[in-house]
């Protein structure tokens, strides 16, 4: 079922495609509606949020995490995603051209002030962290 | 930005790329912790259930949906995507490998039985959903 | 530990001493941080969606289903719920009357129509259908 | 509206009374359904999220805080609240009561140790830290 080759770079159809093609053999499309999806979507959000729920503040990079632990995290990420191209799919949306679209549109809200282009505006944390803080609960959000 | 041609499909790597040079203008990597994006990327599943949460059940296609609903939704469904692509290159986690890794491990997991590989088993839906239901906990869980 | 007389109904104070209490005797305060909390109380929301998840539309009052099915939803409501009322406690916040406070303020962002509050008003679905599905993603949002 | 004296605890029975009054004054029970419901629910959680979302570790009691954000904190913790007791309703399950027997199950669960009963256990952290570790991904569940 692979077919994969390394350094090639995974597509967003090709993993619709797969997706289509093992529900397809499972008989499994009469379970996949909407919301169904959705709730699985949200399920899987749930396992991967146990994943880091214990740990306190996390750094990046997972400094001292056993291999173990990072193989399944990379289960449950993939697991929201999986879920995420399907519900996508089903709905009849083509989720990779929305995201490029979704990238443009973020650049527009949120432009690149001269100040944050420089390189020493890092010296000043506590401004930018305070105009990020202002803006929090609608970065992203349409 | 863009430079974004029709027909050609998005990759993974391209929306990660993306989201770094994105944060990276803003001084954004200070705030992009593990725990943060995730917290992020809870919020936004938050919003793509607002969607569909007081429409009952909701047919493939969303069939009668207006065009700035299915914006809107393809706006959602991409700020999950771009949360989840950055939370995975935080964690240094490769996304497309580990999706295309766990597709295969589900195969392995919901083998396609001769029965439901036959068109015709689609005539005892209750068998299926029987034996779906029981492992509804479970699906695509490592 | 249970000294519960049945019919007595059931404080979120109560709630809240016996998660403090419970958390005490294990020495689990110190992996009680607010982020954690929620994190934690995301993974119970993922296990409750779990359970409706290829389920369809579900009618009211789970017509159908196996009593291990309540029971076992009884206990992922019971988890999100004991989550919620720890971090809130965590988090100095009094949680009843909060819920107090905001089911007012609910009551003053949708007030009773005249319409609404007269039994034949069901005879018109559409209206009440539209009027609550424009509202739809800020019921019940500060 | 309230008739809500201070000193009072809030009873879970007396939300859902509440609750279930303020849908049938606005002819809202046609949309409650257990599905709609719960995603309301997940919408909610998304809100509550955002809060926490960008702000790092947030120790105990949250120093620092500005009285508006606890305010609006209280809301949000207090409309997943709602809904959580909603579900419950609509879904024919006592919540209280089920809580109640998942404080108990936990406990048996989770028995507590006499090391860890003994207050000297807290100077061996690591020890305490690394069983709870272990136990993560199942703590409060079914």
Redesign the interface.
Known sequence: ??E?SEGE???????KE??AE?AR????D???????L?????????????????????????PGWKEDE?L?????????????VR??D??????????????????IK?P?SQK??QTN??TD?NT??TS??NN??E????
Chains 1, 2, 3, 4 share one sequence.
């Open positions: 079922m692979t994969f770079s995974v597509t967003l159809d090709r993993l797969k997706m093992f053999e499972r008989n499994w009469q379970f996949h509606s909407p919301r169904n959705l709730l699985a979507l949200v399920g899987e959000v749930g396992e991967l949020s146990e994943i880091f729920q214990w740990k306190g503040e996390v750094p990046k990079g997972l990072k399944h995290l990379g289960e449950e990420l993939s697991d929201v995603l999986l879920y995420l519900l996508s089903i709905c009849g949306v083509d989720l990779g051209k929305a995201a490029l679209r979704k990238v443009e549109l973020n650049a949120y690149v944050q282009n505006s890092i944390p930018t962290t990020h803080g929090n609960t970065e992203f959000t349409g």
